[in-house]
């Protein structure tokens, strides 16, 4: 059960910055707090009682986005169901629809924040590898003296490890910014114990753009989650992929190659057969979003033999 | 804890109160407004009996700190029909597809259906489901469900006539006609309450101190900085129990809390009842418990061996029960078989789950009655049990049984009603326990894991000469139902077949797990499935057809059981060709087929898992043929 002594309720950055440092030690940040609330049971962490809840739900800076200079910034408090249900995010972000409706549910997406599932750091976190693959920057504010003091970071830096970050104790992320890929072809992977409210043993995300021809692959992004301490971009995949015309050789010989990033601590055997297929899946899903024609069936299923 | 003003409008209405910074939205709507029918299943956001619509958008309201909800629009289930309304359609399309069985689960199913409805009017079938992918219903297997979402889209957007909400006609007979629940109105609109629901005036709340260990003495019980704590009206131990202590289905020998010794994680110790649940929660740390570990045992065929540690004394070889059949000549049947098979099958211990975690009010009436009201699916011997632990006469001693939300066996024991009961006594005030779930998983009985050895003698045209069957169930830490377990599973263990020579044994045995207890089909599934297991093995062996070879060996109209009862007439011919026309069954023995199964793929097999029915695009050739 949690429990906390003070729930703050700021509404701007500065007044969230002010109680954040003044907050006794033990104090957490919540946005949506879907997470913290399940993980103060037993078998978790148990009961919990923390001496304050911040609350940057309503903070007017954290809400919403804004996309230019191909980058989409996202305000901390974008909500999963947002991919979902936003034509813009939708078509500048063609792979978060499919990530988030394998996230959570409808109702737990309407309140969970994409920063919030960055910031755990869970190495089977479903909002990082699509925000490896579109190259995001998380955006970090603290006080220095009354001043508001800003940097950014990008993703592959920040995250450390298991629920382990590069966030400093008096620091608020307040964005995420990330490549705007209108025109790709999105999707996402993922495989856990039920449809709904699962998660993940292992997901993967790709994006892909095709040139006229419909053949060939002028750019793909591709990144893997739950197969090690943190979330992975697979950059030899993606070199190998791009510029060259899209055959089932081509798919089944990238998709033998991430194997050997699967690093977890456990059911490494089982994790390795799912990314082979999972890398598949998610370029031919990505075709199919792309609206070119898949690479013949039969020879897809032929290169496996 | 520093309280804090909150507003918001509930259901149409201004609401101003204060709240606590720890309360749940959840907490809030069901102890501050009591309203409630907002369930809480799991407190983890993982079944949706708690949904509500939060400014228009549904939400798990287990999952929300109350201070989020300053200034919203919240709506309940309470607000779709108003009292004194008529239901909308979509809880009227619940009432009539019978999608409300227990009912635990319905209201929140329910705001999810209006929530899919109101997002999307036009959903598809794949849309609905994914929609709906936060709630869990344990009773339905969803099929009545969503058939009332696609009723109520229907209706809304007038493409059916409201009067198919209308009850059809019994005619003449109840059989084979729909006939409408006459409890779901109440189901459907969130009003029916259950035992976590109840109030009393003056009522304590109770938490329960569990064993961590498997099993040791418990040397010590220090209540007394616990009783000191303010707020606190009382704590119980087994010391309180002024009668004869001992509870079970078979055999009494669970006391109502541990007494000298705790014989499995989760074994209540101790409880405390205290103004609020918090208080409780805080009384609990303050109790003084000194235990001194001593060997457990959590493998059957360990625990039947000598020198195994004894779990209760009265039962040396930690034997709950042991059930032999014998039928004909077993040796001469071995004899007799051209083959004999013989393997091994494990089932594993399963969980009820139940959407409605255990929970219960008991008080001390006026007359002196100590009553129990709780969702218990065998009040009459639980009032038994507790008339003789509490030493009053049977009329001193009253159960009421509130609305079951889901049982499946699971709430036939009398796991806390004696708990409750005690502390009522004690403190002189209403006491109500409502378990977490996690208490629930962690502490009530599951289904008996087996070992089955089988051994079965076939002449080589398929008859089956001779049958061995010897099945050891892990009955776990107390007696429950394992004894009743046991003999049903030896009843049904050979299946419907007419086998002439038959030795069967099964054992329920002491371990330091989780008691085993009455889950459905109360033994017969472990059987049934080593039977039906063995027989498609042997056909195998035999190059049968699996069908052709149990109607060669199916029971027919007077036949005699192998517990020696004659049958009239027997069902399993009928229900064999309905089962292999259904199926699409290629006849044949196994391995016959060609590469491509006919079987599968139909009309009525369940389609691959996929989400993204509201947005996804068409592949454009043959994507599935990938694999």
């Given at each position: ?305 | ?442 502490s009530t009985a599951k289904r008996h894991p087996a070992q089955i050895k089988y051994k079965m003698g076939i002449k080589n045209d398929g008859r089956i000469t001779a049958v061995s069957f010897e099945m050891i169930s892990d009955g776990g830490a107390y007696g429950l139902s394992t004894e009743g377990v046991m003999r049903k599973a030896a009843i049904l263990s050979c299946g419907p077949y007419d086998i002439p020579n038959v030795q069967i044994d099964t054992y329920g045995v002491y371990t330091n797990n989780t008691p085993s207890g009455a889950f459905r089909t109360f033994g017969a599934m472990q059987s049934q499935f080593a039977t039906e297991s063995h027989m498609d093995i042997c056909a195998e062996k035999l190059g049968l057809d699996p069908f052709e070879f149990r109607r060669i060996n199916m029971m027919r109209d007077g036949a005699v059981t192998h517990t020696m009862q004659t049958l009239g007439s027997v069902s399993i011919g009928r229900v064999l060709d309905a089962a292999e026309k259904a199926s699409r069954w290629e006849k044949g023995p196994v391995g016959v087929r060609g590469s491509e199964r006919k079987d599968v793929g139909g009309d009525d097999t369940r389609p691959p898992c996929t989400l993204g029915a509201r947005f996804r695009k068409e592949e454009k050739n043959g994507r599935q043929e990938v694999a």
């Amino acid at each position: 059960m949690l429990t906390c002594d003070k729930y703050h309720m700021p509404t701007s950055i500065p007044e969230a910055l002010a109680i954040w440092q003044d907050a006794a030690e033990g104090s957490r940040l919540v946005a949506g707090a879907t997470d913290i609330l399940p993980w103060a049971r037993e078998g978790r962490a148990g009961d919990v009682n923390l001496p304050a809840m911040i609350d940057l739900s309503r903070v007017a800076e954290l809400q919403g986005y804004k996309v230019a200079n191909g980058r989409v910034h996202l305000g901390a408090n974008v909500v999963y169901q947002d991919f979902l249900t936003d034509e813009t995010l939708r078509q500048h972000l063609p792979c978060m629809p499919f990530c988030s409706i394998w996230f959570a549910d409808d109702q737990i997406r309407a309140q969970a924040t994409l920063v919030g599932n960055l910031v755990n750091a869970s190495p089977a976190a479903d909002g990082t590898p699509p925000m490896l693959a579109l190259n995001a920057e998380l955006e970090i504010v603290r006080l220095d003296g009354k001043a508001l003091k800003r940097r950014t970071i990008a993703l592959s830096d920040f995250v450390k490890g298991p629920g382990k970050t590069d966030l400093q104790p008096d620091e608020i992320v307040t964005a995420v910014i990330c490549d705007s890929l209108p025109g790709y072809g999105g999707s996402f992977q993922k495989v856990g114990q039920r449809r709904s409210l699962v998660i993940s043993s292992a997901c993967a995300v790709a994006c892909i753009k095709m040139a006229e021809d419909d053949e060939t692959v002028e750019d793909i992004r591709l990144a893997l989650g739950g197969v090690g301490p943190v979330p992975v971009r697979l950059d030899d995949i993606e070199m190998l992929l791009r510029g060259k015309r899209i055959t089932a050789d081509l798919i089944t010989q990238a998709s033998a190659m991430p194997a050997g990033r699967v690093a977890s601590r456990t059911r490494q055997e089982y994790r390795r057969t799912v990314v082979k297929g999972f890398i598949e899946a998610a370029i031919l899903d990505a075709l199919i979003e792309c609206g070119v024609p898949l690479p013949n069936a039969a020879e897809v299923e032929n290169a496996h033999v | 804890m520093s309280e804090f003003e909150l507003e918001m409008t509930v259901n149409g209405k201004p609401i101003h109160r204060r709240a606590k910074p720890h309360q749940r939205l959840l907490d809030f709507i069901r102890d501050d407004l009591n309203l409630t029918g907002t369930k809480e299943g799991c407190g983890a956001g993982e079944c949706g009996t708690c949904s509500v619509f939060v400014d228009g958008k549904l939400i798990k309201s287990c999952l929300m700190p109350v201070a989020k909800a300053q200034g919203v629009q919240i709506e309940t289930i309470e607000g779709l029909a108003p009292h004194g309304s008529d239901l909308t359609t979509v809880q009227k399309a619940f009432h009539k597809t019978g999608a409300s069985q227990c009912g635990y689960c319905i209201p929140g199913m329910v705001m999810a259906a209006t929530s899919a409805l109101r997002e999307n009017p036009d959903a598809g079938i794949e849309e609905i489901k994914e929609r709906l992918g936060g709630n869990i219903c344990r009773c339905t297997g969803y099929t009545k469900i969503f058939e009332a979402v696609e009723i109520a889209r229907d209706v809304i957007a007038g493409k059916l006539s409201s009067t198919v909400l209308d009850a059809d006609g019994a005619g003449k007979s109840y059989i084979g006609n729909n006939v409408r629940r006459l409890d779901a109105p109440s189901k459907v609109a969130g009003k029916l309450r259950y035992a976590g629901d109840m109030v009393m005036p003056g009522m304590l709340h109770m938490q329960v101190l569990r064993s961590p260990h498997a099993h040791a003495l418990v040397k010590s019980i220090n209540t007394s900085a616990a009783e000191a704590l303010p707020g606190v009206a009382c704590v119980v131990t087994a010391a309180d129990v002024p009668g004869e202590d001992g509870f079970g289905v078979f055999v009494h020998d669970q006391p109502v809390m541990a007494d000298d010794r705790v014989r499995y994680v989760g074994e209540a110790v101790a409880a405390v009842a205290a103004d609020d649940v918090l208080t409780a929660k805080r009384a609990l740390e303050l109790i003084e418990l000194e235990y001194e570990e001593i060997p457990a045992v959590f493998d059957v065929e360990e625990a039947m061996k000598k020198g195994a540690p004894v779990i209760h004394d009265y039962a040396a070889g930690n034997l709950v029960k042991h059930i032999p059949i014998r039928k004909g000549d077993i040796e001469k049947g071995f004899a007799e078989a051209d083959l004999i098979v013989e393997q091994a099958y494990d089932t594993q211990p399963v969980e009820h789950a139940y959407l409605e975690p255990e929970a219960g009010i008991a008080f001390v009436d006026h007359d002196d009655v100590v009553t129990v009201i709780s969702p218990s699916q065998n009040i009459t011997h639980h009032r038994h049990m507790l008339a003789k632990i509490i030493n009053k006469p049977i009329n001193k001693v009253r159960f009421i049984m509130s609305p079951v939300g889901g049982g499946f066996g699971g709430k036939e024991d009398m796991i806390y009603q004696g708990i409750l009961a005690l502390a009522t006594m004690k403190a002189g005030q209403p006491v109500r326990l409502v378990f977490t779930r996690e208490e629930s998983i962690i502490s009530t009985a599951k289904r008996h894991p087996a070992q089955i050895k089988y051994k079965m003698g076939i002449k080589n045209d398929g008859r089956i000469t001779a049958v061995s069957f010897e099945m050891i169930s892990d009955g776990g830490a107390y007696g429950l139902s394992t004894e009743g377990v046991m003999r049903k599973a030896a009843i049904l263990s050979c299946g419907p077949y007419d086998i002439p020579n038959v030795q069967i044994d099964t054992y329920g045995v002491y371990t330091n797990n989780t008691p085993s207890g009455a889950f459905r089909t109360f033994g017969a599934m472990q059987s049934q499935f080593a039977t039906e297991s063995h027989m498609d093995i042997c056909a195998e062996k035999l190059g049968l057809d699996p069908f052709e070879f149990r109607r060669i060996n199916m029971m027919r109209d007077g036949a005699v059981t192998h517990t020696m009862q004659t049958l009239g007439s027997v069902s399993i011919g009928r229900v064999l060709d309905a089962a292999e026309k259904a199926s699409r069954w290629e006849k044949g023995p196994v391995g016959v087929r060609g590469s491509e199964r006919k079987d599968v793929g139909g009309d009525d097999t369940r389609p691959p898992c996929t989400l993204g029915a509201r947005f996804r695009k068409e592949e454009k050739n043959g994507r599935q043929e990938v694999a």
